[in-house]
Every structure is written in structure tokens, then in C-alpha cells.
């Protein structure tokens, strides 16, 4: 698979990555070894950057990947974790002390002595402009504890403050054909300043496969129940944001755009990996088909410019009014 260089460092990650939230289990069930199973099927799909967090089954995640890279010392993988969510989410938390810490016990699930890359996990706003911060993640990288660091953020204001910092290496952002906002401003300033862009919920958790309907009951520990309106976390995090009934009517629309040999899941996929700015897009995949599927998206020929247009009438008259005012 293709790999591209995430920005400032210097590290090469493939285009289409995983996401592992899913490998924590915190919401569906998904075994160790199936947990395993998803994992060996990415790397031997090609996928060589993986993207999990200290929170991800408050470890388990972390632990997964560290478990399954033990046993495939041939493999060369990129593991970028997140700090900061296990704690009251205040500015005065992000400290160095709490930063050590925090990287301490990555670093133990992970089983590495230096993180590939650790990114703050969509701190509290004020947080981006604080200089001590991005000192103390300097510090980190000073005392060989990460080898690069960035943030997760929730909006394209947060994504821009942090790419003027100097030594940001990369910014994880939601982007997806229902998330347009940041093509606008966020991939030309991250573009210019030589900062990687990682792109999450690219599914719109799961939405733009087109395979729900409106009766679809998602279980009760899944945040697609119990998020949907923001009630545990940012509302965006789920469907991104899309409201789920008129959500399900614009991915039938969306899935009837894609071309003959793509599913709309890799239709969605596609549409980001050629988006100019993007590093690397990381789906989130339950089973190992989902897994395999989402890694074949990379070696799918190039859209025709007419499904770009369509996808952005699409989300014009059905999504836009939606989310833009809020991320
Ligand atoms: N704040 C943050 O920094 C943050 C927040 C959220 C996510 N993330 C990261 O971003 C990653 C991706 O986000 P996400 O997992 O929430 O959303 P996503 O990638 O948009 O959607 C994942 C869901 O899509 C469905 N799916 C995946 N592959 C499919 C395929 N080939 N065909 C049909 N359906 C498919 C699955 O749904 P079913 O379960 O229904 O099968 C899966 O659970 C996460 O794993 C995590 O690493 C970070």
C-alpha cells in the first residue's frame, strides 16, 4: 500500500490506517481474538499505522496491539496513542507530571520505551493555547518518550491554532463526504506548514456504508445509542454529528453514487485518501472483513471528477446546514 510522510515526523504511515477504538470493546463486543484477527488482517492487508488510545478499554486496546506486534517482530507498524481522557477534563490537568504519567503507562501497554506518536485526545479549547502545553509535549520528546506528538480536535478553530505551533507533528480531524468544513481552511494550512492530517470517523461511524435504515437498533453500550445527541461525549464524535434519521436517507443517496467495483464504504474511503493534505484515514473495523475491505479501498482507481461534484451536492443540500456551524 501507498504510504505518505505524517508532516514534522518525519514517520511514514500507510494511507489507509486502523482505527482501534473499536478493539477496546468499551462499546459491541469484540473478543481478543478477534481483536487479534482484525489486527493481523490490516497488516497483512498492507496497513502499517495503527490508531488507538490509553482510553480505548481503559488500556485494552493499547494492550491488543502491543500483544499481536510481539508476536510479528517482521512487521514494521506505526502505533499513534492519545493521552489525556482518563482524567477530569480541565486545562489545569495538562501538566507535565500528568503527561508523564499518562505516557509511563502507554508505554508499558504498549510495551515500547518510546511512543511513535502520542496525541492530546480533543482537549479542553484553551488547552491549544497554552505555551507551557506544547512545552511539556516538547519535553516529552526531549526525554525520548514519544518520537513526534499531535492532537485530536473536535473543530477546524482547534485544528488551526494547533498547526501554527512549531512543533506539531500532526492533527487527527474528523473527515469524511458528510464533514467537508475542513477541506475549506485546515488541509491548506496543514499543507503549508508541513503538518500530517489524520482522518477519523471517515465512515461517519459507519453510516456512509449505507447498510442501516432507520430501524436499525444499535446495542445499549454502543455510543450510536447513547451519544447520539452528546450526552456522554462531543456529539460529533457520533454519525459525525449527522442527525441519524435524515443521516440514513442522504447514505442511500451517497451509496448510489458509488462507482462499480467500490462499495460506498470504500467510496467514502477513497473520497478522503485523494483529498490534497490527507496523510492517512483510519476506519474504525469490527471483523476482519471489514478490516480487509476498508485496506483494498488504497488500490481502487481514482474517482471521476463527476462523483466528487455529486458527493459535494450531496452534502450541500442534505448535511452542510447541519454540522458547519459547530465544527
Ligand atoms: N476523539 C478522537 O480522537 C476519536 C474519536 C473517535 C474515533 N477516533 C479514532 O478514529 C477511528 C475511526 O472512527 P470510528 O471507528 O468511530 O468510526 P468509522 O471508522 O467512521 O466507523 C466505524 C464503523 O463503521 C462500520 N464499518 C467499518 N468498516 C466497514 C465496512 N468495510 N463495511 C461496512 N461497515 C463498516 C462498523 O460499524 P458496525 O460496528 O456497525 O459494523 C464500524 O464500527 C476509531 O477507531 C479511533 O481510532 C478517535
Known sequence: ??????????????????????????????????????LETAAESGVTFFDTADVYGDGRSEETIASFLRGRPDLHVLVATKMGRRVEQIPQNYVLDNFRAWNDRSRRNLGVDRVDLVQLHCPPTPVYSS????????????????????????????ALTAIARPNVASVQIILNPFRMKPLREVLPAAREAGVGIIARVPLASGLLSGKYTKDTVFAADDHRTFNRHGEAFDQGETFSGVDYDSGVEAAAEFAALAPEGYTPAQLALRWIVEQDGVTTVIPGARSPEQA????????????????????????????????????
Open 131 to 158: 505555551d507551557e502545553v506544547f512545552d511539556a509535549l516538547d519535553t516529552l520528546v526531549a526525554e525520548g518518550r514519544a518520537a513526534a506528538y499531535g492532537v485530536s480536535v473536535e473543530t477546524c478553530a482547534q
Open 1 to 38: 500500500m501507498d504510504e505518505r510522510v505524517i508532516g514534522r515526523s518525519g514517520q511514514w504511515a500507510s494511507v489507509i490506517g486502523l482505527g482501534t477504538w473499536q478493539l477496546g470493546a468499551d462499546w459491541g463486543d469484540v473478543d481478543d481474538k478477534e481483536a487479534l484477527t482484525v
Open 292 to 327: 480487509r475491505a476498508n485496506a483494498a479501498a488504497a488500490k481502487l482507481p481514482p474517482l471521476p471528477a463527476h462523483t466528487f461534484a455529486a458527493i459535494r451536492e450531496l452534502y450541500d443540500r442534505r448535511i452542510r446546514d447541519q454540522v458547519e456551524h459547530r465544527w
